[in-house]
């Protein structure tokens, strides 16, 4: 999703390199997802072949394909496709072709210049900061939490694991201004909600039913949310608006059911999940934070909602063919 799709309009060796990046493609399916050109062919050197005393499975081009290679090659596969290579000679001869084939049709893309072509250069450099970024932002997810943290979490958060439910109706709006406006009427006048969910709310599934949501546990919800339903205590019981990124909520209590704490060596797994979650979600964001105060970023938001209207002028302007 990070390209744009090819145009036709462009020079006719590029329509070749299509062709050759289908069949690449094709040979990389059966491969398991292996990159094409990166075998594990290996040219007869003396020296080489001196210290490899691996069979020798297949030849060309003067280069041997040994069974060290096979197993480099399969190494890269997953569980499955590796499994599947013990099914029959076959599907092994066949993988080992395919193999062959990928460096085969490599080299010959490198003949024809394709591995300079500019449009292959461009998205190289594109996955190279893609993996580069994809690095960096992997290092920022490494985070462990002790048992002994689960089970402190676990003993100061009791109601987080109870079987409560409630019952609760909402309307969702997206400025503070109108959800303080609904507010004060339904505050004034309670019965006014169902209609005013059904004029209002923009969360459709249920603005006709009065905003109505059933019945949920804890956790169900977005956080925001979730503290302010639960936080009604009793049944009629009006929020003041909360915003979630959603937007504004105006949320009505409407039932109840008590619940059962649940055991800790039920839970035990769920507060780990989440406490690694929230860990890795805190150090991400005081790294991009560090990141964006070092660099003095500023986003110019005067100039970019021109720009956002101009845009908008443009779309306007254009024909429906063109949406």
Known sequence: MFENNLRSARPRRLIQLAGMMAALTLVAACEGG????????QKPDAGAQSADKSAVIATYNGKNFTLDSFRESAGRLNARARKS???SVDRRRQFIENDILSELI???GEKRGFGNDPEIRKRLDELQRHLVVQQVMEEQQGATVTDEAVKAYYDEHPQEFSTERVKASHILVDNEQLAKEI?????ADPSQFAALASEHSKDLSNAKRGGDLGLFGRGRMVKEFDEAAFGLTFDGAISPPVQTRFGWHV???TGHEDGTEQP???VKNQIKVKMVSDLRREKTTKFLDELKTKAGLKINDEELAKAMADEGGAD?????SAH
């Open 34 to 41: 292996k990159p094409a050109g990166q075998g594990a062919a």
């Open 85 to 87: 290579l013990n099914e």
């Open 106 to 108: 490599y080299a010959e």
């Open 183 to 187: 507010y004060g009427k339904v505050k």
């Open 251 to 253: 949320i009505v209590r």
């Open 264 to 266: 800790f060596e039920q």
């Open 316 to 320: 306007e302007e254009a024909p429906p």
